[in-house]
């Protein structure tokens, strides 16, 4: 039976030290793909080099970024991406991490799998979905996809069906702001403590990041009465038109119209249980599966 909730380790950003002229060193499991000169993207260049991994045993890939063009920059910065189906492994987050010394994490992202019996698709995102303060942009994604916050932000949310694994994707791509409060705290770190700090990412993402929410409407007519009588009324009916649509430009509205705390109108859907049970399954195997590697 197909799980409706499966959650996924999609991709992983770490920066590492090194000493100067080290190469990226052989990983058991990845074979190289290509070794190349980087062409400079944007204002700042970073790295000169960048060789290109690929995992024997599945779809997972990296990108070994060394040879840092900036002074202020981290000798290696690594990005890590899982095979679609299975997500990013352990045995293979590691098999990168234990090479690598004095590395913190800098961005993890999360995927979220509805399976279509589940009820969630594009439309049910924009009616009930809330990721902590991140607002929608509807000037990035596309016409197919949800986007909420942005790369400069503590969070980037994409919302998508996605074809290879037959499912609606919700995926939270998390920055440093939001997985390392404290800088001192991200360095010195061995590969199991990194390993670790990847299981305990679901612990920092629910229900403070992504949530699915509904409003009260009860109480919320009965205060718009109270507080604004025959308007109130108006309000009300107008605020049930923009749910129906999107739950964010209901609150918004709300908020205009003078409604403070909107957040007491709303109240967690039953779908958000079977979302916290997958990311704490998702956590606890990823612990289990690191903790027991050969």
């Given at each position: 039976m197909t799980e409706p909730i499966v959650v996924r380790l999609d991709r992983v950003r770490i920066v590492s030290w090194a000493k100067p002229g080290w190469k990226p060193p052989s990983i058991p499991g990845f074979r190289v793909v290509k070794d190349t000169w980087v062409r400079p993207q944007g204002p700042t260049p970073t790295y000169y080099r960048v060789r290109e991994l690929q995992a024997e045993a599945s779809g997972a890939r990296a990108w070994w970024q060394y040879q840092p063009r900036r002074g202020w920059l981290r000798p290696w910065r690594i990005t890590l991406v899982g095979d679609d189906r299975t997500g990013l492994t352990p045995y293979e987050a590691i098999r990168i991490l234990k090479r690598c010394r004095y590395a913190w994490v800098v961005l993890v992202e999360l995927a979220v799998d509805f399976d279509p019996t589940s009820g969630v698709d594009r439309a049910f995102v924009k009616r009930h979905g809330v990721f902590g303060k991140s607002r929608r942009r509807t000037d990035r994604g596309g016409p197919g996809q949800l986007r909420y916050g942005s790369r400069k932000s503590g969070k980037l949310v994409r919302a998508y069906w996605k074809d290879e694994v037959n499912a609606f994707r919700v995926e939270v791509e998390m920055h440093s702001q939001l997985l390392s409060r404290r800088r001192r705290q991200r360095a010195r770190k061995t590969a199991d403590e990194l390993t670790n700090d990847l299981a305990n990412v679901p612990y920092l993402l629910f229900p403070k990041h992504i949530a699915f929410m509904r409003f009260r409407w009860a109480a919320l007519k009965r205060y718009l009465k109270r507080r604004l009588g025959r308007r109130g009324s108006e309000l009300f009916n107008e605020a049930?038109?923009?749910?129906?649509?999107?739950?964010?430009?209901?609150?918004?509205?709300?908020?205009?119209?003078?409604?403070?705390?909107?957040?007491?109108?709303?109240?967690?859907?039953?779908?958000?249980?079977?979302?916290?049970s997958a990311l704490t399954k998702w956590s606890l195997d990823f612990k289990d599966f690191g903790g027991s590697r050969q």
């Open positions: 049930r038109a923009k749910a129906a649509i999107s739950l964010q430009a209901a609150a918004r509205f709300l908020r205009t119209s003078g409604v403070n705390n909107v957040h007491r109108f709303l109240v967690p859907m039953r779908i958000n249980e079977e979302m916290d």
